[in-house]
């Protein structure tokens, strides 16, 4: 039989068997094994390959310890390229995500992935959205999430919002006009009501996760302590006489010689109107890039022409506008200090600002701690110290205050497009803004939209639009923002606890979700490290708090595979280096595909294309076949043999060997990064080993071994010599056996003063002499006319003869 008939032959088996569903008894130990789920986006790729080859190896081998295995799969459906496809191919957004999901899964199944069918599920099926409207819901009413305006990216041409992968060198990427920041609102989910419990979870995840991981998250979540403080305007602006600071380096506020407010600044905004031309349109430029955008653009700046007074020296201090500066981070204003900051530094050199070093250095910037100059009182100090006093200063004398303050922002989940979730509120003239009757969800998304990139069609959608006010029952406004995609895979990984028939009637069905949860091990890119991985903790974090878990963390073990690279790159359409795995799987079958997936590097490790190494596992593949074959298997036997105490010395070898490789095995599904490269390159010499003895019942129990390691990584192969040799007797928990790993002989180094000029094979337990003998065997011609004067037998290491 062909392998591509024996890959379908099993994966027909496994559909109608039901083989890979979670059992419902509860009583067995579980394993949840998880890989992040694919956008989809019509084709798999090589990432999706190697993500899932990782997984799926993970729940087989688990499987057959005897484990009750959750291993689902599903699709992150909703988002912004459903509705450019929809443009572009003139179909609507949910006839293509269907279509390729169907298409994706047939590619998926084609390499044997042992997914759970029963728990599948879609993003944009209006039954999780119905259960994510209802949880907006109970954040609302929780406050958790709230309505303000903010800043987006803004085409003109197009009246449409873009993300910021959407701007290409500040213009839009489908018309190529100049991207705006328009003001507009939004809703914001109140994520840095958990900063600090986000930050102290992680140390339950240590060595538990990568410590890249957790360093980004500590990062992005950003905590620090300073002092928050006022610089009085010279003179008041409309309602504003102050200006706002905050400062984790106290310990340089002598320092300071120009305050920095970002463009969107409401002091700015008030000052606008008064400025000359040349001021006006470069801050109105600085308000229209996009945050990303000016981090990367050269310091740039504007003078106000007016002055705030130094707190502790009187000192008037210019007031700049700059483009470093973000309006979304603290309170959009900055103290600069440019002889102890390098961004301060850059500005001031560019518009020929004073620099004031306070802290004593023989090189500007220099931005660490350090004994303070030029600081009155504070002068010989250390920073540390430094800073304690002069915020206990501010304090003392109703300054300012000492607080504690987190980069983290609040989370945007607002989107003015049509493939989304839509947010579960209504707009009343009478009651405000109020959620929507929960036993009126889902709010489905219309079919009959047009969607020709011009705005949001929701919102040009009067039937949906239109509604009544669940408060007063008088005509209101149906809201037509839709969710963030990242909403949906916040807690997708909580939803496929739930069986398919309780899904109707609950978000979470309680005892499966006590069962499964937490997610034993989970799986995907380091280009998740931060806000996915961010916002699925605080999802969990949220819905522990309303009841539905009692999980505080969702992933107890986290790896991050590394990506899969051709010509040292990583592979794309742009860069012409893809390779198709339905081109694999045709041409080498699926198990080929695994096996060097697995085989050609570490998964936390890059994945560099090899044709030849792909050659070789085809190779090794129809070698297990063929043996197989040859040394008379076929012929079933349901356990392993009784192997004979008196084997030959290949016999024994090649039991060693494949009893190794078992060993092997245990360890790798043991270990937290699964070099599944040394598993399987343990594999090869256990049959290499058997090809050099013809015994047939090492042969058979080698099989009946090999097969059961090699199976979750090439399943189909392994199904079919399994149940042709041993009725598929051997997929169990097999151990090990000690007495086949025990050595019957050692090798020492014989050496001559020192110097190794040999090396002899003994038996166990050989007495000194009899060693010495074959010591001096091995290199009698070093030994010619030579007197010995020391014979040393270092036990199984070496033996030495010290001659003249």
């Known amino acids: 039989m062909k392998i591509r008939d024996i890959e379908k032959k ?67 459906a909703f ?19 269907y279509s390729n999901i169907e298409n994706m899964k047939k590619q998926l199944y084609s390499l044997g992935f042992s997914f759970s069918k029963s728990r599948d599920l879609a993003t944009c099926d209006p039954i999780y959205s119905k259960w994510e409207q209802s949880l907006f819901i109970d954040m609302w009413e929780r406050g958790l999430v709230y309505r303000k305006k903010g800043f987006l990216n803004w085409c003109p041409n197009d009246k449409t919002v873009l993300a910021n992968e959407q701007v290409i060198e500040g213009k839009c990427w489908r018309c190529d006009t100049q991207v705006i920041q328009k003001e507009m609102y939004q809703y914001y989910i109140k994520i840095t009501q958990y900063a600090d419990e986000l930050l102290k979870c992680l140390d339950e995840l240590k060595d538990k996760w990568p410590n890249q991981v957790l360093t980004m998250q500590r990062n992005w979540v950003g905590k620090s302590n300073g002092l928050t403080f006022s610089f009085k305007l010279e003179k008041a602006c409309g309602d504003i006489s102050e200006v706002e600071v905050f400062t984790t380096r106290a310990d340089t506020i002598f320092g300071v010689s120009y305050c920095a407010l970002a463009p969107e600044h409401p002091l700015v905004k008030n000052l606008l109107d008064s400025l000359d031309d040349d001021r006006k349109s470069i801050i109105i430029r600085m308000q229209n890039t996009s945050n990303k955008d000016r981090s990367m653009q050269k310091k740039e ?23 470093f500066v973000l309006m979304g981070y603290g309170s959009g204003a900055v103290m600069s200090v440019p002889a102890h900051d390098e961004r301060d530094y850059e500005f001031a050199k560019e518009y020929s600002l004073p620099i004031k070093q306070v802290i004593k250095s023989d090189v500007l910037p220099y931005c660490d701690d350090g004994e303070l100059i030029n600081s009155q009182n504070y002068n010989g100090l250390d920073s540390k110290s430094a ?11 109703n300054l300012g205050k000492a607080v504690v303050n987190y980069k983290l922002r609040d989370w945007g989940v607002s989107r003015q497009r049509y493939w989304g979730t839509p947010i579960p509120l209504i707009h009343c003239d009478t009651c405000g803004i109020v959620p929507e009757s929960k036993e009126n969800l889902p709010i489905k998304l219309p079919e009959d939209v047009v969607i020709d990139g011009e705005g949001n069609p929701l919102d040009k959608h009067h039937s949906f639009k239109k509604c009544i006010c669940p408060k007063c029952k008088g005509e209101a406004v ?20 739930t069986p398919l028939d309780k899904r109707d009637s609950m978000l979470l069905h309680k005892e499966s979700e006590e069962y499964w949860m937490n997610v034993d091990e989970y799986v995907g890119g380091i280009e998740h490290a931060i806000l996915h991985l961010l916002y699925s903790r605080f999802f969990t974090k949220v819905l522990r708090d309303i009841g539905y878990t009692k999980s505080s963390e969702p992933f107890m073990h986290l790896l991050t595979q590394g990506m899969v690279t051709k010509d040292g790159a990583k592979m794309s359409k742009s860069k012409g280096n893809v390779v198709d795995p339905n081109d694999i799987i045709n041409d080498y079958g699926a198990d080929s595909a695994r096996l060097f997936i697995l085989f050609a590097a570490p998964p936390i490790k890059e994945l560099e294309w090899n044709d030849s190494a792909l050659d070789g596992a085809y190779r090794f593949i129809n070698r297990l076949i063929s043996k197989a074959n040859n040394m008379n298997l076929i012929e079933p036997i349901e356990s392993l043999p009784n ?66 390691i090699l199976e979750p990584i090439i399943p189909h192969i392994c199904w079919e010599l399994s149940d042709k040799c041993f009725k598929r007797a051997n997929f169990c928990d097999i151990p090990v056996k000690q007495e086949a790993l025990k050595e019957d002989s050692i090798m020492l180094a014989v050496t001559i003063n020192g110097k190794r000029r040999g090396e002899i094979e003994v038996e166990l337990g050989i007495s000194n002499e009899e060693i010495l003998i074959k010591a001096k065997e091995s290199v009698a011609k070093w030994l010619e006319d030579k007197e010995i004067l020391k014979e040393i037998v270092v036990p199984n290491k070496l033996v030495n003869l010290v001659v003249k």
Request: aromatic fraction near 14%; charge should be negative.
């Open 387 to 397: 800073r304690e006093r002069i915020i206990q200063y501010f304090t003392d004398n």
């Open 301 to 323: 700046g504007v003078s106000l022409g007016i002055n705030v007074i130094h707190p502790l020296t009187n000192e008037l201090i210019p007031l700049y506008v700059a483009n």
């Open 79 to 97: 988002g912004m390229p459903a509705e450019n496809a929809a443009i572009k191919h003139k179909t609507h957004p949910k006839e293509w995500t």
């Open 478 to 497: 149906r809201e037509t923002d839709t969710l963030d995609t990242f909403v949906e895979s916040s807690w997708y990984f909580l939803r496929y606890t």
């Open 643 to 708: 192997i004979e105490v008196s084997l030959s010395k290949n016999e024994k070898y090649a039991r060693k060997k494949v009893y190794e490789a078992l060993k092997k095995s245990n360890e790798v599904f043991s270990s937290s990064e699964y070099p599944f490269n040394t598993l399987i390159a343990a594999t090869m010499e256990a049959l290499n080993a058997l090809s050099e003895q013809d015994n047939v019942d090492i042969w058979r129990e080698g099989y009946f071994i090999l097969l059961n």
């Open 10 to 76: 099993w994966q027909d088996f496994w559909e109608n068997s039901g083989e890979y569903e979670p059992k419902d008894d509860f009583s067995l130990p579980k394993k949840y094994i998880l890989s992040m789920f694919p956008y989809p986006s019509g084709n798999i790729h090589m990432g999706h390959v190697r993500n899932y080859c990782i997984s799926d190896a993970l729940a087989r081998f688990y499987r057959k310890k005897g484990f009750n295995v959750l291993h689902p799969i599903g699709w992150d």
